[in-house]
Nanobody, 123 residues
């Protein structure tokens, strides 16, 4: 069973940066694609980025492309999402998620989720 625990959220001013972490337990790194999503108040959950377990290739949503980087540390069983040039509209709860199989960006196809970490960006 996969367990995911996010951390690293907080309050930051516009233009600032944060690095979110997702500590994974279980054999996540063997065969799970990992993704980051976010959900702002009153909005649907939105895909941000993913990293493919085998190749390590990454894919980003247009809304965050150029402002975030997904990475992993196999030795620590941890995934990261580096957020840069943050804007107030980036305020949301950020989630990491994992799934085996085909690489997808639809959140309803991910069956392992963390509890989320709040990111708040002030103007």
């Amino acid at each position: 069973q996969v367990q995911l625990v996010e951390s690293g959220g907080g309050l930051v001013r516009a233009g600032g940066s944060l690095r979110l972490s997702c500590a994974a337990s279980g054999h996540v790194f063997d065969n799970h694609n990992m993704a980051w999503f976010r959900q702002a108040p009153g909005k649907e959950r939105e895909f941000i980025a993913l990293i493919i377990w085998g190749s390590g290739n990454s894919f980003y949503a247009d809304s965050m492309k150029g402002r975030c980087t997904i990475s992993r540390d196999n030795a620590k069983n941890t995934y990261y999402l580096q957020l840069n040039s943050l804007r107030p509209e980036d305020t949301a709860v950020y989630y990491c998620a994992a799934r085996r199989g085909v690489t997808v960006i639809a959140d309803n196809l991910y069956d392992n989720w963390g509890q989320g970490t709040q990111v708040t960006v002030s103007a």
